[in-house]
């Protein structure tokens, strides 16, 4: 039975599908005032191993995140370039994409945009104005009140009075209470507006994913996730909003669940510190299963403190279950009958799938799951190497342990990036191309082309591997 750490009771619970067979999640997605950091991918990398895992069960997957197009962030950007918030929110959402495709994550069944959800927002937001959860000023600002909602900081366990007396933020005498925040804010000169019942003007923050969520999901869905750094205010206030809206305390998301941050040197990273990195720079060192797999080395709620050594250790460790598939792509290609020879490979298999399962299953512990996987190898390894020193081969025992390897390599996200360069063999072709061209030097003990030929290949990720059947290769 699956079990999740849900922030709102701060223990972990059996999952239960509101909808058999379905699954419900709406994670907050980026404001794209700039190219996403490292920071920003942990949630949406940590959620796709998620979805990967549910789709695994056979359960449909019903996936929203969205894109805060319409920000002060944006407005700001786009000012500063001389251009408009949109050309600024287009620019970042297809860098967004590209460095989300190379690091593996698939795409949402949709990405609203504030932009184009305006009307909805503004709808929901002359509800709770109707209902008495929220007032508007003459100049058209709109506040939420936040004494009228009674579970207000039931997510973040925080008392409204304790924030009223610590409150650190700019007095506003306008409002019924200092930790009112707006719906609705009035239109300044120079920043985008739309029409609304107040004049015209824009959303506040929280308001959007509030309407977003309830728009594509309903008035109750599964999850609901982004990093940590959201519980308070935005998640908190994304629950006020939508539980007095829908007059429901259980309503809207069922389990909250919320990504550690990663850290530079154990201080948080954030682009307001400068002291990020973005996943298109990364990308430019390592390749995106990489930084994948390092991101998931780590269980999700835990910190992970970013650094170029720790990405060199986790293309080390991925390096080793790259060869693995190596092995297994050479044997799927194998004939055999006869000998069960891989009977125990295939008993172990099955225990290690299961046992994988068992760690997905405590809280998505990617982690644990990862050493199942590495356990998985060290078989099909001894069994490869069995092989090829002239063992017989089991064909039917060894599909059985391929497909166990197949499952958990794919939930976690490896070797796809792999399959989706293919290129009808012709890297394959050129590689034995060049690898005959060293042989011939080294059989004219022209030791000089073939150590460049080696030293070359190694600096393009690409090392050289004799073997009883000649030499391999394979990408570092």
């Known amino acids: 039975m699956l079990k999740v750490y849900n922030t709102m009771t701060r223990q972990k619970e059996e999952f239960h599908p509101l909808k058999k067979g379905e699954v419900s999640i709406y994670c907050c997605g980026v404001t794209p005032y700039n190219a996403p950091h490292i920071g920003n991918a942990r949630p949406f990398v940590t959620w796709d191993v998620i979805r990967r895992y549910f789709a695994s069960k056979g359960l449909t997957v019903?996936?929203?995140?969205?894109?805060?197009?319409?920000?002060?962030?944006?407005?700001?950007?786009?000012?500063?370039?001389?251009?408009?918030?949109?050309?600024?929110?287009?620019?970042?959402?297809?860098?967004y994409f590209h460095s989300m495709d190379a690091l593996g994550v698939r795409r949402a069944e949709k990405y609203p945009r504030v932009s184009e959800t305006m009307a909805d927002i503004i709808a929901m937001v002359q509800k709770l104005i109707d209902k008495g959860y929220a007032?508007?000023?003459?100049?058209?600002?709109?506040?939420?009140?936040?004494?009228?909602?009674?579970?207000?900081?039931?997510?973040?366990?925080?008392?409204?009075?304790?924030?009223q007396a610590g409150a650190r933020i700019e007095v506003d005498e306008r409002k019924h209470h200092p930790m009112d925040f707006a719906l609705w804010k009035s239109a300044k000169p120079g920043e985008p507006s739309w029409d609304s019942p107040w004049g015209k003007g824009r959303p506040?923050?929280?308001?959007?994913?509030?309407t977003m969520s309830l728009k594509y999901l309903g008035e109750k869905f599964d999850f609901h996730g982004?990093?940590?750094?959201?519980?308070?205010?935005?998640?908190?206030?994304?629950?006020?909003?939508?539980?007095?809206?829908?007059?429901d305390d259980h309503s809207f998301a069922q389990y909250w669940l919320?990504?550690?941050?990663?850290?530079?040197?154990?201080?948080?990273?954030?682009?307001?510190?400068?002291?990020?990195?973005?996943v298109e720079d990364i990308l430019k060192e390592y390749p995106g299963?990489?930084?994948?797999?390092?991101?998931?080395?780590?269980?999700?709620?835990?910190?992970?403190?970013?650094?170029?050594?720790?990405?060199?250790?986790?293309?080390?460790?991925?390096?080793?279950?790259?060869?693995t598939q190596g092995y297994i792509e050479e044997l799927a290609k194998k004939q055999g009958a006869g000998e069960a020879t891989a009977a125990e490979l295939a008993k172990k298999a099955e225990e290690l799938r299961a046992a994988f399962d068992e760690a997905m299953d405590d809280d998505?512990?990617?982690?644990?799951?990862?050493?199942?996987?590495?356990?998985?190898?060290?078989?099909?390894?001894?069994?490869?190497?069995?092989?090829?020193?002239?063992?017989?081969?089991?064909?039917?025992?060894?599909?059985?342990?391929?497909?166990?390897?197949?499952?958990?390599?794919?939930?976690?996200g490896l070797f796809e990036q792999q399959e989706a360069a293919a290129d009808d063999g012709l890297t394959e072709k050129l590689m034995e191309l060049i690898i005959s061209i060293r042989q011939d030097a080294r059989k004219n003990k022209n030791w000089a082309i073939a150590d460049k030929i080696r030293d070359d290949l190694k600096a393009a990720g690409i090392a050289l591997e004799d073997t009883k059947n000649g030499v391999r290769w394979k990408r570092m």
């Open 62 to 95: 019903h996936y929203i995140q969205n894109f805060t197009d319409v920000d002060d962030k944006i407005i700001r950007t786009a000012n500063s370039e001389h251009t408009t918030w949109k050309d600024v929110a287009d620019r970042n959402i297809a860098i």
């Open 135 to 163: 007032y508007a000023l003459e100049n058209g600002d709109v506040f939420y009140s936040v004494e009228k909602f009674k579970g207000y900081g039931k997510l973040s366990g925080r008392k409204l009075s304790d924030m």
């Open 204 to 210: 506040g923050w929280h308001i959007e994913c509030s």
């Open 226 to 247: 982004g990093g940590s750094d959201l519980i308070f205010p935005h998640h908190e206030n994304e629950i006020a909003q939508s539980q007095a809206c829908i007059g």
């Open 258 to 278: 919320h990504n550690g941050f990663i850290t530079i040197h154990n201080e948080k990273m954030s682009k307001s510190k400068n002291n990020f990195f973005t």
């Open 289 to 323: 299963e990489v930084v994948r797999f390092f991101i998931l080395q780590t269980h999700y709620r835990s910190p992970l403190d970013f650094s170029d050594d720790r990405l060199k250790e986790a293309q080390t460790s991925l390096a080793r279950l790259q060869t």
């Open 364 to 412: 998505f512990n990617t982690a644990l799951a990862i050493s199942q996987l590495f356990a998985l190898s060290k078989e099909i390894n001894i069994y490869y190497q069995d092989v090829t020193a002239g063992k017989a081969f089991d064909a039917e025992n060894f599909a059985k342990a391929k497909a166990a390897w197949d499952t958990m390599a794919g939930i976690i």
